[in-house]
């Protein structure tokens, strides 16, 4: 380790980083919320107090909506920001480190402990609270790196990016707006929660809605209708056949993985009166697609199981399928390029250990980078499978190790004069 890396390694302050997360997981940043425009400026200033010549600007919702590639949204909302910050140096980035500051909704309260999932408890080496691991830690590591080389006083040869991205959650608008600004960088690294893997390609994840008709009677002679849930069952029984034959023959990458490509029903509504026979079920879920297919096929195998479903009502009552908010396609780091190699050496250097490179049955930012040219990977703190749950929870010292790994690796990748 060199002169530079090694005074970029002991500006990190640890405590520092660690108020830092429990500060900003205290800022309820749902998606949509004008709390995550709150983050999105708050980490604007921040970058710009590490020495970063930071954009900030407010999206063009309509122009965003209305251009090829709208990664699709869920979330209802009026406004949103981007923030790209860069550093000195010649040429475009060498790197970027990418993170989203929306989190999801926190579900039942009373499921969380202390009941308040924004009050960043902390219990020994673990703090707890929604966005804790996705993926606030991450965005916090971001920060915490330009801040070391800002005060170890080291200038790089080649700029270090830092994007803050609003909407991950519903679709990736934030990550859409960035690149469509022209941000850009020669690799990426997203730290969404890795469990101490590198993720080097992500499955795609597709919002469907899903309309049964049925007939509506009185519940007292409901043989003259026609119920909805009972006429959706087997289409979600098609549905979990569907799911068993794509989930068949998996890439090498998700080895280990039971289920890369699930297919999920997230929620149903049917009926409007108790003693009415139900004449309409909405269902709404998310498609698995599968690492290099295109997200049209993924939708035509979805429709063709639901159409083919064999019901005497559903045949002249077929059910409607539409395609609403977040639509992720599957993306990849190109086979064999640098970045994992680097991603590897900074962390066998900093931890002593090598991590393995695994896939994630998640979309994510990762593949409109990779759609953009930019060839990215996750590496970040965290366990996802607290993601999205009332246990959420990101262990401290695995932040530290984090960071630590990509200050290295920023410095590496680029440069020191």
Partial sequence: M??????????????????????????PSVTGTDAESDLQHRFARLLTEAGMDVDVWKLDLADLTGRPGFPGAEAPRTEGYGVAAVTAGEGPPALALQGHVDVVPTGDLAKWEGSDPFAARIDGDVLHGRGACDMKAG???????????????????????????????????GAFATLARGH???AAVITEPTSGTIITANAGALTFRLEIAGRAAHGATRYE????IEVFWPVFEAIRRLEAERNRDVHGLFQGNPMPYPIEIGTVRAGDWASTVPDLLVAEGRLGVRLGEDPAAARAAFEQA??????????TNPPVVTWPGGQFASGRLPAGHELLGQVRRAVADTTGGEPAESAAPYGSDLRLYAAGGIPTLHYGPGDVRYAHAPREQVRLSELREVTRALALLAVRRCGVL
């Avoid at 800002?150 to 790089?156: P, Y």
């Avoid at 990016?161 to 959650?169: P, R």
């Avoid at 209708?225 to 909805?228: E, H, L, R, T, Y």
Wanted: hydrophobic share 55%.
């Fill in 2 to 27: 060199n002169d530079a890396e090694a005074r970029v390694l002991n500006a990190i302050d640890d405590a520092e980083t660690v108020s830092l997360l429990a500060e900003t997981v205290r800022v």
């Fill in 139 to 173: 965005l916090v590591a971001n920060l915490a790196v330009a801040r070391a080389i800002n005060r170890a006083g080291v200038r790089l040869a080649r700029p270090l990016a830092v994007h803050c991205v609003i909407s991950e959650e519903d679709g990736g608008l």
């Fill in 184 to 186: 850009t960088a020669e």
């Fill in 225 to 228: 209708g026609v119920n909805a």
């Fill in 306 to 315: 639901v159409a083919e479903v064999a019901h005497p009502w559903l045949r």
